[in-house]
């Protein structure tokens, strides 16, 4: 198994936030903005730990933040930006509005790294781009995709080579781990 320490954790915290009317990530959820809770999570198992986003407010959480290097360009440009500005050869990719993803399905990622370009947890049949690990080495790919304006997350899986990884039910609750928080109404 990789160190943990040879990862960098992305949370990309970039997005337009439409249904929610305002930054996800610095909405306030169970009294803590929605950030705090995937940084305490991931800091338990990573060092390395990048921000992509645009707005300059989460500096106040003490981690670099990066914006896109390709602007409107979904996930994919924030993952593209991450890798870009990271130092390690593997990153934890996850999104600002997964509060409830926990230190061990970190742990378990971790431990199914392998020669692929990406370990992409699949649940209930549906792979979980956004919350997967990617080998620096996939940015010229993610680049080809950039240029062509193919921007959907199931391209980039496609051109990748992926290593998909069911998520155990006996272990976890993969249906609160990747429960998304999108709108005013998923935070009561």
Same mark, same amino acid.
């Given at each position: 198994?990789?160190n943990?320490? $040879?990862?960098?954790?992305?949370?990309?915290? #970039? #997005?337009?936030?439409?249904?929610? #009317?305002?930054?996800? #990530?610095?909405?306030e959820?169970?009294?803590?903005?929605?950030?705090?809770? +995937?940084? !305490?999570? +991931?800091? @338990?198992?990573?060092?390395?730990? =990048?921000?992509?986003?645009n $707005?300059?407010?989460? &500096?106040?959480? !003490?981690?670099?933040?990066?914006?896109?290097?390709? &602007?409107?360009? !979904?996930?994919? !440009?924030?993952?593209?930006?991450?890798? @870009?500005?990271?130092?390690?050869?593997?990153n934890?990719? +996850?999104?600002?509005?997964?509060?409830?993803?926990?230190?061990?399905?970190?742990?378990?990622?971790?431990?199914?790294?392998?020669?692929?370009?990406?370990?992409?947890?699949?649940?209930?049949?549906? $792979?979980?781009?956004?919350?997967?690990?990617?080998?620096?080495?996939? =940015?010229?790919?993610?680049?080809?995709?950039?240029?062509?304006?193919?921007?959907?997350?199931?391209? +980039?899986?496609?051109?990748?080579?992926? &290593?998909?990884?069911?998520?155990?039910?006996?272990?976890?609750?993969?249906? =609160?781990?990747? &429960?998304?928080? $999108?709108?005013?109404?998923?935070?009561?």
């Amino acid at each position: 198994m990789i160190n943990p320490e $040879n990862i960098s954790a992305i949370i990309l915290a #970039g #997005g337009k936030s439409s249904r929610m #009317g305002s930054d996800k #990530g610095l909405v306030e959820f169970s009294r803590k903005k929605m950030i705090e809770h +995937v940084l !305490g999570n +991931v800091k @338990s198992v990573i060092n390395e730990i =990048l921000i992509v986003s645009n $707005n300059h407010e989460y &500096k106040s959480f !003490g981690c670099p933040v990066f914006e896109d290097i390709n &602007k409107n360009c !979904g996930p994919l !440009g924030g993952i593209h930006a991450g890798l @870009s500005y990271s130092k390690t050869e593997w990153n934890l990719i +996850v999104g600002c509005d997964m509060p409830f993803i926990t230190p061990e399905f970190i742990s378990f990622l971790i431990s199914n790294i392998s020669t692929a370009d990406a370990v992409i947890p699949v649940h209930n049949g549906n $792979n979980e781009p956004l919350c997967g690990l990617y080998h620096k080495s996939s =940015l010229t790919k993610l680049e080809s995709l950039l240029l062509k304006q193919e921007l959907k997350m199931q391209n +980039v899986l496609k051109i990748l080579e992926t &290593k998909f990884i069911e998520v155990p039910d006996d272990i976890f609750d993969a249906d =609160l781990i990747f &429960k998304n928080i $999108n709108s005013p109404e998923d935070v009561v």
